[in-house]
């Protein structure tokens, strides 16, 4: 019995330990699927900007800060983007992505997303991230899936904004839900002054065409910006164009696990070739939708995926 009770504290450990290192293997998977995802737009654009979503961990080597920053991560990328830093409904601190973002942001730009709960503690937010050298974009409860355009844009500009290095303000508003036509989503947008703009590829199911964009891509106030679409590519959605209609949890078998809260979408297994080539590499592929829709660049979601697949 005596050895029973040392074991099995010593096989939980372990597990722990083959689970850790499972993830931290596909969390270096993810890294080098970001990195074949820029290297393919930059060889149509050479200036195309890409962005994760969260994950600030796989700008490192190994996923340990004390690692250091992975140079073949940080070149595939112009910024990283994250939701809930200092604020989730209400204020808090998250000291981990906090100390990740401060080395991130010595070499590229970090947009963060804080959900303030109420627009009394816009301000305050601005002002947490702005002393970080973050740009800051907050919304209040009525705005928790980036349906509408603030009213105010905080450090409003007229520079011409050619590299997101440049920006000051980003606007994200990626439901259309709150617009009847495409036309008056775009009247809505082009009457604003934000430096980048982060939208979806399509308006609905119709795409976003080049001369559309292109109209993006002035200030009111004549300033140049920048205009990046939106795009999963750790999430498969039911709703766009690639998927099938008998497609289902596990059929395709890279269609790995439930998405908690979103009953649209499903976490993948990203690494999976069929998975790859939907989302680069060929003239079908979603990248290229986004390329030739004219956009400046890309905003990878959901790059945690590879955490959620193997931690519940």
Not at 57 to 74: R, S
Not at 253 to 276: C, H, P, T
């Amino acid at each position: 019995m005596k050895k029973l009770l040392i074991l099995i504290p010593l096989l939980v450990l372990l597990a722990s330990c083959f689970k850790s290192r499972r993830s931290d293997a596909v969390g270096e998977k993810m890294q080098d699927f970001i990195i074949d995802i820029s290297e393919y737009a930059r060889s149509v654009d050479p200036d195309f900007i890409v962005i994760p979503q969260n994950g600030s961990e796989l700008a490192f080597n190994y996923l340990c800060q004390e690692d250091g920053l992975k140079p073949e991560l940080m070149g595939a990328i112009d910024g990283f983007g994250i939701e809930e830093l200092f604020y989730d409904n209400v204020y808090q601190m998250d000291e981990e992505r906090l100390g990740f973002l401060r080395e991130i942001v010595t070499q590229k730009s970090v947009m963060v997303s804080e959900f303030v709960g109420s627009e009394s503690n816009v301000p305050d937010a601005w002002a947490k991230n702005a002393a970080e050298g973050f740009l800051c974009f907050p919304r209040s409860p009525n705005n928790y899936d980036y349906m509408y355009i603030p009213d105010t844009v905080y450090y409003e500009n007229a520079n011409d904004i050619t590299k997101l290095s440049e920006a000051q303000n980003y606007l994200y508003l990626i439901s259309t839900d709150n617009y009847s036509t495409k036309q008056a989503f775009i009247d809505a947008i082009a009457a604003t002054n934000f430096d980048v703009v982060l939208i979806d590829l399509f308006f609905v199911d119709t795409p976003f065409t080049l001369a559309e964009i292109n109209s993006l891509k002035t200030k009111a106030n004549g300033g140049q910006r920048l205009v990046i679409s939106y795009i999963s590519i750790g999430s498969a959605e039911n709703y766009r164009y690639y998927w099938q209609e008998d497609w289902k949890l596990h059929n395709p078998n890279w269609l790995k696990k439930e998405y908690d809260g979103y009953e649209d979408e499903i976490w993948v297994k990203f690494w999976k070739q069929e998975w790859k080539d939907i989302i680069y590499g060929n003239d079908n592929s979603y990248m290229k939708k986004i390329l030739d829709a004219g956009f400046d660049g890309a905003y990878l979601d959901n790059v945690e995926a590879y955490y959620f697949l193997y931690f519940d």
